[in-house]
Structure formats: C-alpha cells, structure tokens
C-alpha cells in the first residue's frame, strides 16, 4: 500500500485554501454545489472557556472546510443570558452557543436541533483525464440517539435528546467537587479528605472553631445557607439524588422531591432528609454548626484561610488559586453517603448549540459534530485540561494525577431540572433554605418550593 506523504497532503490542503480564497476553487463543480461553496463566516460565543483551548480544533476543521471561517467571542456565563437575550432581539444572535446543560429546556424554542442529514460543498481533486478541484454536495448522515449514547455519558444523552432531536453536543463534562484546605485538615490531625458524608461531618467539625459566645471562629465546611454559597442549588440537588429522592414524577410533568415515598412498607421522605442535613450545617443547636448567613462568600472565606472544605466544579480551581495564593488547595470527590451502591455525583457542563437565528445552521453543526468526535475532543482535553463527557477517555484521564477526580465522577454524574425557567427554580430552592432557617417546617419549605416550581415545567406559550 502507498503511503502519501505528509508533505504532500501539506500542500493539497494549501492548495484547496488558496483556490477557495482566490475564487478559483468555484469554478469547478455543478451550479448547486459552487453557490453552498461561498465563503461562510460563523460566530461562535464560547462560554467559561478560552480561544487557545480550541484554536487547534479550528485549524483543523479549516482543512476540511476552507470556505468557512469561525469568530470565536468568550462570554462569561454571568452575562451570557443578558448578551443573549439582546442579540436575539437585535437578530444578531451568534450561530454556535455554550449554553448550560440546565438551560437546554428553556432556550429550546431558540434552539435548531441537530438534523438527520447535512448537505455541504466538498471540494475534491476529480476528473478523468485530468485531475482539477471540483465543488461536490454530499449529503451525509449526522449523528443518532445509537452514536451519543456510544459515545457520551449517560447525562450527556438525558440532556441532549430532547422531544426526541439532538440539541447539543459538550466538549467535556464538569461535576461538583470538594476544594479543601490542606493544611487546615492537617491541623486538625484528618491526613486525608473524606470519602463518606459521615467522615465530612467528623472532619468538618474537627476544624471549627467558636468562641466562649457561640461565633464562628473557623469554619469547616460552608454548607446550610444560600446567598453566601455560589452553589447552593447543586449542592441540595446533589443531596436529593444520592438520598435517592424522585426529583420528578415519571411523565416529568410534575416535581415529586417534597413526596414521601414507601421502602419495605416504610413511609419516609428523603427530600426532608437532603434538606436537613444540608441546612443543620448553619444551625446553632447543631453539632455539625459550622457556617451561618452572617459569613463572608465562601469562597473569600477559603481565599482567606479560614474555612476547610468549598463546594464548587473543577473549572473553579485555577480563579482559587488566584484568590488564594498562600492557601494549599486539594481537591477530592463529592462525597456519598456511607454503603450506597449507586454514587451520584451533580453534573454541571456546557453542550455546544446552534441558534435558530442562524443563517448558517448546517455549517455550524458541522462544526459541532468535528469538533466533538474523538479525535479532536482529545486535543481540546490536552488543552484545556478539563474532564471529559465521552466514555472513552475515562480510564486516560483516571490515571492523571489532576484530573484523576473529576475524572472518577463522569459515568455516575447526574441532572435533573428540565423545565423552562431554571433562575425561578434556583430561586425556590434558596426560598426553601431560607424557610428552614428561619423556622419553617421541612415539609412546609419542600411544598412551598414545590408549588414555586411545578408551572416552571409546563413549555410556555410562546
């Protein structure tokens, strides 16, 4: 067999791209074919992520495609939706968008889903007697529901495949961690982080300190409150799903996380159970009391030394490090609850889009679906150094020393809000802590938000 050499597939690629650039290239090809062929230029906003993180997967999609170029924008997702909002009322809107998993439902009325087949210009060397560079459409298959569910996790799928349509694919996949301070446990005599919500009590209350008054001195762990813990939200969901708590009735129509449910003809309600042990963290009385509403942010706690243990998602670590100079930062597994079998660990990851807006929907989900195959998701891994959403890269990344932990939550990471208004529901959720605190009954919280929550999984009229 004849090997081409790399020089000469060097300089076919240059080739194809100096006769696109030129206008050459369209001169080959039937009429249909020529006209797809004219120069595209997409807008791509990439959320909470860096040019140079994709740059190499650009460069490469630029050989396969030499008539279409990409803009890349990075927007921060605290302004995302306000940025969003205005370019789709001023019809400016991006063609390619990193939304949150959990937003995929209501902006999916903005939203084209990825479609059974893409019809795009392929530029080829073709001819009898003489070869010359010709335009040719192809049709070709796009990905199904059989390739994702291959190819992706399992929360990648529920998230993605909506109403039976694809609507987005991520690059990678992020999960609620534990940063700590590694020499506030060792202080505390506690040589490793701890695996089980039984050990996190033990070594969060070995690291708090309260004066003669009751005042918080040191704190363990900031959990229990809701304005001063960024994630709050995920961290409650994450409770509810480890305690095995029915976020939503079985039709999705409905939340059911407030419902008592029968074990062995038991009656129980693990959504009080995820609720409580959560808010007893800033509860006085509590012997795990270790944070409270009149603290700093948590992070500024841990930037200043004083606090063990902050929840928040491997993306967080490097804006930590900034903050916290002098603080030595471990990080370790969200923990689970002692002898579960089914680890659930709360996903929160951006899933590449194309809004309905575009003028260049194909191309844009082409560019998704090259840039998500295996091969090219594998360089943006190296160069973002993020946790991956595709199975397999898992056993790869599980054997490095950093991303090793992010790493071991992907195939048991879980979602579970797919209604339409995600601030109203995060909004419910902290309501429902702040009741708790201020002496609401569990049961009267859980059915408060719940009330809050129910029309929010109801499409609206649009």
Avoid at 46 to 62: C, I, K
Avoid at 299 to 323: C, H, Q, S
Avoid at 379 to 391: E, I, M, N, S, V
Wanted: hydrophobic content about 40%; aromatic content about 10%; glycine content about 4%.
């Amino acid at each position: 067999m004849t090997t081409r050499s790399p020089l000469k597939l060097l300089t076919l690629a240059a080739l194809l791209t100096a006769l696109v650039l030129t206008g050459f290239g369209c001169k080959g090809g039937n009429k249909k074919a020529q006209e797809a062929a004219q120069p595209v230029a997409l807008n791509w906003w990439l959320v909470d992520n860096s040019q140079a993180n994709v740059q190499e997967l650009l460069t490469d999609y630029g050989q396969l495609r030499p008539n279409v170029s990409v803009r890349v924008r990075v927007v921060r997702v605290e302004e995302l939706e306000q940025l969003l909002t205005q370019a789709l009322a001023d019809n400016n809107a991006p063609d390619i968008v990193s939304l949150p998993n959990t937003w995929l439902r209501g902006w999916q009325h903005r939203l084209a889903p990825l479609p059974p087949a893409l019809t795009l210009p392929y530029l080829e060397m073709a001819g009898v007697i003489k070869k010359e560079p010709r335009w040719v459409l192809k049709s070709v298959p796009s990905l199904d529901l059989r390739t994702i569910k291959g190819r992706f996790v399992d929360v990648v799928v529920e998230d993605a495949y909506l109403d039976e349509q694809i609507y987005g694919l991520p690059l990678s996949l992020d999960s609620l961690v534990v940063f700590y301070n590694i020499d506030l446990l060792t202080a505390a005599q506690f040589p490793q982080p701890p695996t089980t919500w039984d050990e996190f009590k033990e070594t969060s209350m070995g690291i708090t300190r309260l004066d003669k008054q009751g005042h918080l001195l040191q704190n363990g762990a900031a959990l229990g409150t809701a304005d001063n813990i960024s994630y709050a939200f995920d961290i409650v969901s994450a409770l509810m799903l480890q305690n095995n708590t029915p976020m939503v009735n079985s039709s999705d129509s409905r939340v059911a996380f407030h419902e008592p449910v029968e074990v062995a003809g038991q009656s129980y309600s693990p959504g009080v159970d995820a609720l409580r042990f959560y808010t007893d963290f800033a509860q006085p009385t509590k012997e795990t009391y270790s944070w409270s509403v009149e603290e700093p942010t948590a992070r500024e706690a841990f930037a200043a030394g004083r606090l063990g243990f902050l929840m928040g998602y491997w993306r967080d670590l490097n804006t930590l490090k900034v903050m916290a100079p002098r603080v030595r930062i471990g990080v370790s597994n969200f923990p689970q609850i002692e002898g579960s079998l089914q680890p659930a660990y709360y996903a929160d990851y951006y899933l590449e889009t194309v809004m309905k807006q575009s003028q260049h929907q194909a191309e844009a989900w082409d560019l998704i679906q090259f840039i998500t195959t295996p091969q090219e998701v594998e360089k943006y891994l190296r160069a973002a150094q993020r946790p991956t959403a595709q199975r397999q890269f898992i056993s790869q990344q599980l054997e490095d020393i950093d991303l090793g932990v992010p790493a071991a939550q992907v195939l048991s990471a879980k979602s579970w809000y797919h209604g339409y208004n995600l601030p109203a529901t995060k909004t419910s959720f902290l309501n429902m802590i702040k009741q708790v605190l201020s002496g609401t009954s569990f049961e009267e919280a859980l059915d408060f938000a719940a009330r809050q929550i129910n029309p929010t999984l109801n499409k609206p009229t649009l």
